[in-house]
């Protein structure tokens, strides 16, 4: 069965760190692009990072620019999003997202342009 599963979620005070990952089962996640979403209550769906294909490019929402980092490890076959510098308004369930395999220069951040979908970890960022 192909899927993918966050994990690394949890509680942490504003100003700390978390490490989310995102493990694929059942395919491999080389020539496929991977994204992270989140949604907070109340609000809508929004990307926050995706690493391209080739694993050479990346993006970033404005709101987490040079706070957040992607990457992966395709031995472990996992991607990590490192959040530094938390602050409430990251809080949200956080989402990861495939698509491929796929050939491109860039990724792009749009939640019905992948195949795979996880079911969700929540990061709550409160004093």
């Known amino acids: 069965q192909k899927q993918l599963v966050e994990s690394g979620g949890g509680l942490v005070q504003p100003g700390g760190s978390l490490r989310l990952s995102c493990a694929a089962s059942?395919?491999?996640?080389?020539?496929?692009?991977v994204a992270w979403f989140r949604q907070a209550p109340g609000k809508e769906r929004e990307g926050v990072s995706c690493?391209?294909?080739?694993?050479?490019?990346?993006n970033y929402a404005d709101s987490v620019k040079g706070r957040f980092i992607i990457s992966r490890d395709l031995a472990k076959n996992t991607v990590y999003l490192q959040m530094n510098s938390l602050k409430p308004e990251d809080t949200a369930i956080y989402y990861c997202?495939?698509?491929?395999?796929?050939?491109?220069?860039?990724?792009?951040?749009?939640?019905?342009?992948?195949?795979?979908w996880g079911q969700g970890t929540q990061v709550t960022v409160s004093s």
């Open positions: 997202a495939a698509v491929g395999p796929i050939v491109q220069v860039m990724c792009v951040m749009t939640w019905d342009r992948n195949d795979y």
């Open positions: 059942g395919f491999s996640l080389d020539y496929h692009a």
């Open positions: 690493i391209s294909s080739s694993g050479a490019n990346t």
